[in-house]
């Protein structure tokens, strides 16, 4: 039964731990988090999704003496698994005290990190590849380089998120280690400026191979010492568990035979990242390990195919598919192991795929429905397996395995077997028919194709599919008939991937026509029946019919694009086809200067480029210079400390919520399940905890409180009903699953679950009228001009998720005489902190909330955070013991709100020209249950709709309450949505009137006239409307017309591919807040800063140093004296700053930065005096003599400030305009963004890296909105895209491939803080620019589509939702285009 081990020993960073004792069900993340001091990997999803928790692994062979080392997720990988492993973290590369490494100071010089949550795991994705890099044969690179490919650079983070700052500068760190890189190509950065000569390797930190140690020598001295290890052969692990890891399939038996065993007890893992997928419902204690069974990891390959052992990783395989070997010899069996690995490298991730294994994905796949890729391309190549059933081995076609009844827990998968295919037989090669073959291996064909909402994966695919076809040449018609053909097809909601038989006898034997390939498409439909209950299931049958029709066309005459047909010997390697002006040929014209040469968009090569206009200004030193972000360097190297780094305290306890399922229903109960995970409940806390004299409340703004806890009536699905308290966080999340709540809904209305429900029941929400948008006009005047009208037309906007990288997060410790301390991830503590007060019951000041850093906010940690903090405060309260909440992210989305959803009802009238005369609105706006901010978003979308010049405009809006999750301000509230209702009314206009959608949009821009009448005072002084310069040079520029004439050549020649253009105006209004903010000086000199703003990585720290630097030189006027190197800013702490405020709004920066300005100047003035005797008395005097001499006289070396802005100050605009360009892919839907061009006015940037950041960071967010990220809830309103698995924010991939920004950087206007202006928020709109170029394209897909009989509705005039995903684009270009597209030719 395998030997008993007694230990677990492996090595993290170079230190050596020794476990005797471990509960197996412990992951690598928990136990770094947990137990060592090392905290750079993250939590952020759990489930491998988002890259924030990996580390690098290293295994030593003491046999061939090498160290394998790759990226893995350390939320996914059980410690045990990990025994005589080295661990490297992103502490491990470099730190603060011994010196950053390369990757973290290039991370910092390249402005790559915000938040810097995601950038450990950035950091070490980037790290594996370039060390992985290093180790291969390549031709060795230039000093300071490592042998890593660009390409393979960006595509190093294709499965890590950042929801901050876009990616660009993260790409372009990643690049920069690239041998292949043009160092003159990458963005804004500390090393060199815009247009220094000698721009080279040696202005970067540098980079040299092999730096870093990742296997200690003692522990391969170890490994070597000892016999067993590490193909160990049992480990049993206590501590509550048991961790077997048998060395042969005999062993296994015995111990699954044995009585302690049963299918609920024990897990058999390989690489246990199926825990990402379905996760465990209750804590396991006994795990069996089957990568110490060596006929599990056999890799065979000979002529005839390859034997894959089950325990293979997937990285693994791709290696051994990738490799020259005998098999090869034939191209055809080349192409088939070629194909499979490209598909290969687009399952999960990188980090992933290096722990996951094939057979553990074949086994979910005939286990559970689940969506797999490999199963897909595997039954097209005719792959067979081997198994171990109780008694007997089995050898079995793949289909064959697929279509049994779900295997148990005794059925061992023992390996894949892929044939290599020839080409002149019906089958896979035969040994013996090796050479006679050889010389006419020419007609077999293998693709395989997945429409994912990403492209580069970490996405499941809507539907994959793999298709093998062998040919003959018909002598007499002289077409190509299909001999033989294996249609594959999956993840589209089928318990498992199939073979299209009927399809395949149908087409076999026949040339292929327009009329044969309608025919066995119509056959396909029928076979392709997706589930009940899946999502899309026509876009999902849709796309069975493209991929197959994209595979035959190139077999029928007439059928191929150019440069995709089949030669008669067939090959469809394809020439490129040359079109008239030589230049255009189908490709992505990403780039002026770049080419490509295939007609497709290449993800393989994930060519990115960009560029960064900004004018630096230095009057203000050092105001306005790019600095680096202050700690980004720690950020990178782990050592920035978030809430859940804090070293837990003493007797710690661990919090999750129990949520309510329901919308409105009385709880009668709360019990617990008998299982592992309930045994671990320490308590429970609920309504009935909070104190005598405390109030039910969890979050409060001006409007209203939301309770902390339902009592015995919850309102919403996700409410919290109380909070299960365990020993470890981890047993707290398992046991709150455990929870059964008793519901009942006995004299209870049914729940108001949307707006229209609202209507109908006056269930409404109130709107000071000081917040109530103002009409403007007469609109029934406004109609009475109109030339046209378009009444009651209307649009939809769903919610939006913040995901933040760090959940909500919180510790709350009692202290001394009912005081709390509060450590929250929180955006406006000072609210917190009353609301502790309130809801303990004692005085404000008994309450401390500390926030020094936010992993990501984006508005999400203002109400909700309060929720979060309250909740820990009362159970600390409650048990005297220090109390720590991690929300997981289910249940984070769960219970986060969101992004205000509406509904717009809109009636305009126009002139013919395309001016506008009138606008009515009908807004109903779901703000959920509780008022949170919702009273504002009404002004905010007036705001933002007011960019036009609507002639008159009224508006009827009610923000409904409703039992949801109250919704909340999320980045750019109200105004994402204003904005965008303004543009799709434009466009409503013009494709009624048939005009260029920019001339409707120029002709109603505002003069500035009207623009004082819109927005009052807001609209400041003429010069300062830059918006219409900015638009006229970005739309109306010569280039924006050349691109649309080569768009609408490509367009005339692609069938199947169509492109578009938009460039879209913003004007956003904001209004700065008032500011506290306290300067002290201290006896060295240094300088400590404190604000209420916080750090949420928008830079703010940055930006305050900056200033406190700039405002304390003005001391010496000939700026002598440099401070920036001794300002620190410090944590928020409500008892030593008060009147802190919120976070929000994109303002706090400057507002922070006037706080400290106005601290500054009073101790300037106290310091003056002093100054100018030493001066007159010494000559030259420094700050540090100065200091010494004010301490001495007693100079008060403190000063704080309040900072009220004044009436001119109030409220300002900001102004930009985004260009984009898509190309979409009418078989699919999918959308590429080819190229943005963003200009936008910063007024006088404090600091433009900090400033770019925050507009690529927010338009990259803003593309998540409009073209990907679906906040969906069931019937009852509960969320159910609950995690990375359904929520797809955007990825490296997903960004434009050309992203071009310019920044504005002009003095406007002396009464802003140094004439700056917002860069937070108002770029989220900009993205809209995406979305109406894809209304563009489809618009030339419906025109094309005419010609084919379709669309049923007028061509031009289409709502497209927002998001406009994959299959929502497919439905606009018409699900059906390829049936009648063929149609349209077999009639001919
Ligand atoms: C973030 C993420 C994204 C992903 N994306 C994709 C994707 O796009 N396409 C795709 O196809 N897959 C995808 N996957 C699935 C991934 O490929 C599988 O999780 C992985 O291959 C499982 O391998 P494992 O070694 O981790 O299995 P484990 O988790 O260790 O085991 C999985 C199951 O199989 C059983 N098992 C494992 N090996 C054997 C064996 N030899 N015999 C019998 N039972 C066995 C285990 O008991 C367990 O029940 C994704 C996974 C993650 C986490
Ligand atoms: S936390 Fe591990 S991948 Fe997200
Ligand atoms: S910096 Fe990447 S998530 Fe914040």
């Known amino acids: 039964m395998g030997k008993t081990i007694r230990r677990l020993v492996f090595a993290v960073n170079g230190e050596r731990y020794e476990l005797p004792e471990v509960d197996p069900s412990t992951t690598l993340l928990e136990f770094l988090r947990t137990r060592t001091p090392y905290k750079g990997a993250k939590l952020g999803c759990g489930e491998g999704g988002c890259g924030a928790c990996v580390v690098l692994l290293s295994r030593y062979d003491p046999i061939t003496e090498q160290v394998t080392e790759f990226s893995a997720s350390s939320c996914l990988t059980l410690l045990c698994s990990i025994n005589f492993h080295s661990v490297t973290t992103t502490e491990g590369l470099g730190n603060s005290k011994d010196g950053f490494h390369p990757i973290h100071q290039r991370v910092s010089g390249f402005h790559a990190s915000q938040c810097g949550f995601c950038t450990p795991g950035m950091c070490m994705s980037l790290f594996s590849a370039v060390v992985n890099a290093d180790k291969t044969d390549r031709p060795e690179p230039p000093n300071g380089f490592s042998k890593l490919t660009v390409s393979e650079a960006v595509k190093a983070i294709s499965g890590n998120l950042c929801r901050c700052t876009g990616y660009r500068p993260i790409v372009d760190t990643c690049k920069s280690f690239a041998a292949d890189v043009d160092l003159e190509d990458l963005g804004l950065n500390s090393f060199w400026k815009k247009g220094d000569k000698n721009v080279n390797v040696s202005r970067l930190p540098h980079y040299s191979s092999g730096g870093i140690c990742t296997f200690p020598e003692f522990l391969k001295s170890e490994i070597k010492s000892i016999s067993d290890v590490p193909g160990d052969s049992g480990l049993t692990a206590t501590g509550g568990g048991y961790w077997y890891r048998p060395d042969s399939v005999e062993d296994l038996y015995k111990l699954l035979n044995s009585e302690a065993f049963s299918e ?42 390859i034997e894959i052992g089950a325990a293979v990783t997937i990285s693994r395989a791709i290696e051994v598919l990738k490799a020259e070997n005998e098999c090869t010899l034939h191209s055809n069996g080349k192409l088939v192991f070629n194909k499979i690995a490209d598909h290969m490298n687009k399952v999960a991730s990188p980090f992933v795929r290096n722990t996951a294994s094939v057979g553990g994905n074949l086994i979910m796949a005939q286990r559970n429905p689940f969506a797999s890729d490999i199963a897909t391309i595997l039954l097209a190549a005719g792959a067979t397996l081997r198994i171990k059933m109780a008694s007997e081995r089995l050898s079995l076609t793949l289909e064959e395995f697929l279509e049994r009844p779900p295997c148990d827990y005794k059925t061992l998968l023992l390996s894949v077997y892929i044939p290599c295919w020839s080409s002149a037989c019906n089958s896979p090669l035969k040994k013996g028919n090796v050479d006679s073959i050889a010389a006419t291996e020419t007609n077999l064909l293998f693709e395989t194709y997945r429409a994912a909402p990403r492209p580069l994966g970490n996405a499941v695919a809507y539907l994959n599919s793999a298709f093998l076809a062998q040919t003959s040449l018909d002598k007499e018609s002289g077409s190509l008939v299909l001999d033989n053909l294996n249609l594959a097809f999956g993840a589209y909601g089928t318990d498992h991937a199939i073979r299209a038989r009927k399809v395949e006898n149908f087409l076999k034997g026949k040339p292929v026509t327009a009329s044969s390939l309608l025919e066995a498409l119509k056959l396909l439909k029928e076979t392709i029946v997706v589930k009940k209950g899946t999502a899309h299931p026509a876009y999902r049958s849709s796309l069975a019919v493209s991929f197959l029709f994209d595979f035959l066309r190139p077999f029928a005459n007439g059928l191929a694009e150019p440069g995709k047909a089949v030669h008669i010997d067939g090959s469809s390697s394809a020439s490129v086809a040359e079109y008239p002006n030589g230049k255009l040929n189908g490709r992505v014209d990403i780039s002026p200067n770049k080419t490509s040469k295939n007609m497709d968009i290449d993800f393989s090569d994930m060519n990115l480029s960009s560029r960064q206009d900004v004018e630096i200004r230095e009057e203000n030193y050092p105001i306005g210079e790019p600095t680096q972000k202050v700690g980004a360097a720690n950020q990178a190297s782990g050592e920035a400390v978030y809430v859940d780094d804090i070293p837990a305290p003493e007797n710690c306890l661990y919090g999750a919520f129990i949520y309510s399922t329901r919308p409105l229903a009385h709880v009668r109960g709360i019990k617990f399940g008998s299982s592992l995970a309930s045994q671990k409940i320490v308590s429970v806390v609920s309504v009935n905890d909070i104190p005598k004299g405390g109030e039910n409340v969890g979050a409060s703004f001006v409007f209203g409180s939301e309770s902390l806890f339902a009592g015995s009536l919850t309102e919403y699905a996700g409410q919290p009903l109380g909070v299960v308290i365990a020993e470890t966080q981890r047993h707290a999340n398992m046991a709150a699953k455990q929870a059964i709540v008793d519901y009942g809904t006995e004299n209870l209305e049914p729940p108001i679950l949307s707006v229209e429900d609202a209507v109908e029941r006056c269930s409404y929400f109130d709107v000071p009228s000081m917040f109530s948008p103002k009409q403007i006009g007469d609109f029934s005047k406004g109609m009475a001009e109109a030339d046209q009208t378009i ?100 249940t984070d989305m769960i219970m986060a709100g969101g992004r205000h959803p509406m509904k717009v009802g809109y009636s305009v009238g126009f002139k013919s020209d395309g001016k506008i005369t009138a606008l009515h609105l009908d807004l109903l ?13 009404p002004r905010e979308i007036i705001g933002a709709l007011k960019k036009y010049n609507w002639g008159a405009l009224s508006l009827d809006i009610k923000v409904c309450k409703t039992n949801l999750s109250s919704k909340t301000a999320m980045r750019a509230p109200g105004t994402t949505q204003g904005s965008f209702i303004a543009e799709a009314i434009i466009e409503h206009v013009a494709s009624t009137l048939s005009l260029d959608t920019n001339s409707v949009r120029k002709r109603n821009l505002h003069t500035f006239e009207s623009l004082a009448l819109f927005y009052g005072d807001s609209a400041g002084e003429a010069p300062e409307y830059t918006l ?68 949420i990585g928008q830079g703010l720290w940055t930006r305050v140093r900056q200033m406190a630097a700039f405002a ?120 590429t963004i080819l190229r943005t061009d963003l200009v936008y006015d910063c007024g006088q940037s404090l600091n433009p890296a900090v400033d770019l950041g925050q507009v690529e960071g927010a338009f990259v967010q803003g ?78 897909a419906r025109a094309d589509l005419l010609s084919c009989g379709g669309p049923d509705n007028s061509p031009f005039t289409f709502q497209l939702e927002v998001p406009a995903t994959m299959p929502v684009i497919k439905e606009l270009c018409g699900l059906d285009n390829v049936e009648k597209y063929l149609e349209a030719l077999s009639a001919h």
Not at 850 to 858: A, E, K, L, N, P
Not at 925 to 937: F, K
Not at 1155 to 1170: E, Y
Request: proline share 4%; aromatic share 8%.
């Open 1112 to 1231: 304390l030189g003005q001391l010496w006027d000939d700026g002598s004296e440099k401070f920036l190197e001794r300002v620190r800013v410090i944590q928020a702490d409500t008892l030593s700053l008060t009147q802190g405020g919120f976070t929000g709004g994109s303002t706090t920066s400057q507002s922070s930065c006037e706080a400290v300005r106005l601290s500054c100047s009073i101790l300037v003035d106290r310091l003056r005096p002093l100054k100018d005797r030493l001066q007159e008395q010494n000559g030259v005097v420094s700050w540090d003599y100065l200091i010494t001499q004010a301490n001495m006289e007693s100079v008060h070396l403190s000063a704080n400030a309040y900072w009220v802005p004044d009436l001119k100050s109030k409220e300002y605009l900001n102004y930009g305009a985004a260009a984009s360009e898509v190309e979409l892919d009418l078989l699919t839907g999918a959308a």
């Open 264 to 305: 609920s007890s024990v897990k058999m893992v390989v690489g246990n990242t199926s825990t990402g997928v379905y996760k465990d419902q209750d804590l396991y204690d006994k795990y069996v390990d089957l990568r110490g069974i060596p006929e599990l990891s056999v890799v065979k390959s000979d002529r005839e195919g």
């Open 1263 to 1340: 593309i998540g909105f409009f073209m990907y990220e679906e906040y969906l809830t069931n019937s009852d309103g509960l969320v159910v895209t609950d995690g990375t698995w359904t929520y797809k924010i955007p990825t490296v991939d997903t960004i434009p491939k050309q992203f071009n920004v310019e920044l504005l950087n002009k003095k406007h206007n002396q009464n802003r803080v140094l004439s700056s202006k917002a860069s937070g928020e108002p770029p989220l709109l900009l993205a809209a620019s995406v979305h109406c170029a894809i209304r563009e394209a489809i618009r030339a």
């Open 791 to 890: 009444l009651s037309a209307e649009v939809k906007l769903d919610s939006q998720y913040f995901f933040y990288m760090e959940t909500q997060a919180a510790l709350a410790v009692p202290d001394e005489d009912n005081c709390m301390v509060v450590y929250s991830s929180n955006q406006g503590p000072e609210v917190t902190q009353n609301v502790i007060g309130r809801c303990l019951g004692i005085p404000f000041h008994n309450v401390r909330v500390i926030t020094r850093r936010v992993g990501g906010g984006f508005g999400g940690k203002f109400f909700k955070a309060s929720i979060v903090s309250t909740a820990c405060a009362v159970a600390a309260h409650k048990l005297r013991r220090p109390v720590r909440m991690y929300v997981d992210r289910k």
């Open 925 to 937: 706006i779901n703000a959920g249950i509780v008022a949170d901010l919702s009273p504002l978003i």
């Open 1028 to 1095: 219409p310069s900015i638009f006229d040079n970005l739309a109306l520029s010569p280039s924006y017309q050349q691109r649309g004439e080569v768009i609408r050549h490509f367009n005339s020649i692609n069938k199947w591919k169509k492109r578009g253009i938009s460039c879209v105006p913003i004007m956003y209004q904001v209004a700065p807040r008032p500011a506290a903010g306290t300067v002290s000086v201290l006896n060295d000199g240094s300088v400590v800063v404190e604000v209420g703003g916080i750090e």
